[in-house]
Each structure stands twice: as C-alpha cells, then as structure tokens.
C-alpha cells in the first residue's frame, strides 16, 4: 500500500509478523532488567506462537517462580519433561526448588535425585546436592519419611 504524504512523497506500509523468537528476546530482555510482569506478557507470546519450543517455556517456567506462581511453573516443567524434551534435566532441578519452596519435600527430593541421577556433572548438580542435604537435615531423613512431612 502507498500513500501520498503531504510532501509529495509516497509512504510504504510494511507488515510486521513477530515471531516467537522476537518475543522470546523481549521477555529475556524484561527479565534482566527484573520487569517480570513483563517478562511473563513476551514469554506467554512467545509460548503462543511457538507452543513445542521446550526453551521457551522453561523460560517462562523460570519467571513464573520468581513470581511465586508455582503451580503454573511446575506445570510448564512437567509439560516440557513428558512431552516438549526429555532431555531438558534441568527441569527436574528446578522443580525440585519449586516443591522444596512448597513444603512438597518429597517430590523436592524426588526430582533432585532424578536430576543428580541424569547429570551427575550438571550445571546444577551441586545445588541439587545442597537441596538433598538441606531436605534431609533434620533428623536424618530418609525418602519414606518425607511422606510424613508432607
């Protein structure tokens, strides 16, 4: 489409279709600056358009924790386990955090060790081995006892 301005000049309308990379860079861009509202309105497109992009909604995951909105982040984490990759570990980390931030200390220490389990070198194998002490603190806690804390 043109158009005349009134300088005798003809304007182009150009269509902008922004992909779910654009939004993603948006909602990273939202995050560093602690904008997480924001953050989570991108990465919510972003998740619109490209709903099987496993990094996407492990982002999400990410900011809907630091919003304290567990629920829907283990959600996106279980959805990217079961279904977007498998082979994204560190989903079970930070579900791990997610359920220890609960009081769910059983799945807490189901998912640390899943993850230790899976990445015994991983970038977060060392925070998963401090959750597992921090869960079993007191009194030597064993998994079945966990249930009782529960």
């Known amino acids: 489409m043109s158009k005349d301005s009134k300088y005798g000049q003809t304007a182009k309308v150009l269509s902008f279709h922004p992909t779910g990379e ?23 497109r972003a998740q619109d358009l490209e709903p099987l992009e496993p990094v996407i909604a492990c982002q999400l995951a990410i900011v809907c924790t630091d919003l304290g909105d567990y629920a829907d982040s283990n959600r996106l984490l279980d959805k990217i386990i079961s279904e977007l990759d498998p082979y994204m570990t560190e ?26 389990k899976k990445e015994a070198y991983g970038e977060f194998t060392e925070e ?3 959750l597992l002490d921090l869960i079993t603190l007191e009194n030597n806690d064993t998994e079945e006892s966990l249930f009782e804390q529960d």
């Open 22 to 44: 654009y939004y993603f860079n948006k909602g990273l861009k939202a995050y560093h600056q602690r904008d997480l509202y924001k953050a989570k309105k991108f990465l919510e």
């Open 91 to 116: 989903c079970h980390y930070f579900l791990a955090n997610n359920f220890a931030h609960q009081g769910l200390f059983r799945d807490a220490y189901k998912h640390a060790s899943e993850y230790l």
């Open 128 to 130: 998963a081995e401090d």
